[in-house]
């Protein structure tokens, strides 16, 4: 075993001595795991129906109404009555997900007024359009945590990289790019995003860029300090004096070496992607209210103090989603701690 792999090894083995970090980790991988298939999790179309006989697959084909005996030759409406009355009777049966609601499910059969509260038909209530909360949560966690994830990834690949070159080369080169950085700082991003999303129709493609233009920052430094530090070690000097070009300095001896404080950062960077995805829609600036996200139902909370469970059940979720990620970086912090004991 390499003394690379002796490092990640023993690493991973501090870290599972993190007992609430190495918990919240895997919390963390079933729910973003889930949430992948919220489709087949929450979903107002059944997995497979049979009917007459006949097997369909709803989930994967739409079928009109007349399939089912109904009178219309539009997509069937697998909540009305009617059809579940259809699908329940002479044999007939079907297997719906555990929660029978899509991200924008709307129950126009619902015996109480939207914003409606927690019940049997659903388990967490209902938004102020009608469509059901959970559902809402399950695919807003998703967006969140696909968000998170990939904002958190390109930012570090650009600060890792604008930052290492710095660092690595020094000099007018390193001098140039604070200066720059500098600057680029000092732009309002917040104004930017406004100005961009009165243009623009408000996507995740569009935030994900304009943040990853800022996001870059703060790794940078950390990771122009620490090449900074590796290039003087005597093995890059050994290594140069073999005659090693750059690129095989960097990526042999000084990247490795570099890399703890930046993924000791990844997870407080996912936090603070989430943080910044739910206070945009909090504010009108995100994706709109046709994606499901956390922020908009904060928002719709806000508008509807009188229906507690939407505040409530939004705020529960994006409290745990958090912990989780903090506990996740804490411990991972931990485990890289070069001052730690294997």
């Given at each position: 075993m390499s003394s690379a792999q002796g490092y990640w090894s023993r690493a991973w083995a501090r870290f599972k001595t993190q007992r609430r970090a190495y918990v919240c980790l895997w919390l963390f991988v079933a729910c973003f795991v889930v949430s992948l298939a919220a489709e087949l999790v929450s979903n107002d179309k059944p997995y497979?129906?049979?009917y007459h006989g006949e097997l369909y697959f709803p989930l994967f084909k739409d079928y009109p109404e007349t399939t089912f005996g109904g009178d219309f030759p539009t997509p069937t409406d697998y909540l009305d009555p009617f059809i579940r009355e259809q699908l329940g009777k002479g044999g007939n049966w079907a297997i719906f997900p555990p929660n029978r609601y899509g991200v924008n499910t709307l129950n126009y059969f619902a015996s109480s007024p939207n914003p409606a509260p927690p019940?049997?038909?659903?388990w967490l209530g209902t938004d102020d359009k009608g469509r059901d909360l959970l559902a809402r949560l399950i695919y807003g966690f998703r967006t969140s945590a696909l968000f998170a994830l990939a904002l958190t990834i390109t930012g570090s690949l650009l600060g890792m990289l604008i930052g290492g070159v710095q660092g690595y080369f020094?000099?007018?080169i390193d001098l140039?790019?604070?200066?720059?950085s500098e600057i680029w700082a000092s732009l309002p991003e917040l104004y930017l995003l406004i100005i961009f999303t009165a243009i623009f129709e408000p996507s995740l493609s569009l935030l994900l860029i304009l943040m990853t233009l800022f996001g870059w920052l703060g790794l940078a430094?950390?990771?122009r300090a620490e090449?900074?530090?590796?290039?003087?070690?005597?093995?890059?000097l050994a290594a140069r004096a073999m005659g090693l070009s750059n690129w095989q300095i960097?990526?042999?001896h000084v990247l490795p070496n570099s890399l703890t404080p930046v993924l000791a950062f990844l997870p407080f960077r996912m936090g603070a992607a989430i943080l910044a995805l739910t206070s945009l829609?909090?504010?009108?600036?995100?994706?709109?209210?046709?994606?499901a996200s956390l922020g908009e139902l904060l928002a719709q909370g806000k508008a509807n103090l009188d229906a507690w469970w939407i505040s409530v059940s939004t705020f529960i979720v994006l409290l745990g989603l958090m912990l989780m990620l903090v506990l996740i970086g804490e411990g991972l912090r931990a485990a890289l701690d070069p001052r730690a004991k294997s």
């Open positions: 497979v129906v049979s019940s049997g038909e659903n020094g000099g007018r140039f790019g604070q200066r720059v430094d950390y990771t090449f900074l530090r590796n290039r003087q070690q005597e093995y890059v960097i990526h042999r829609d909090f504010l009108g600036l995100g994706v709109g209210q046709q994606t």
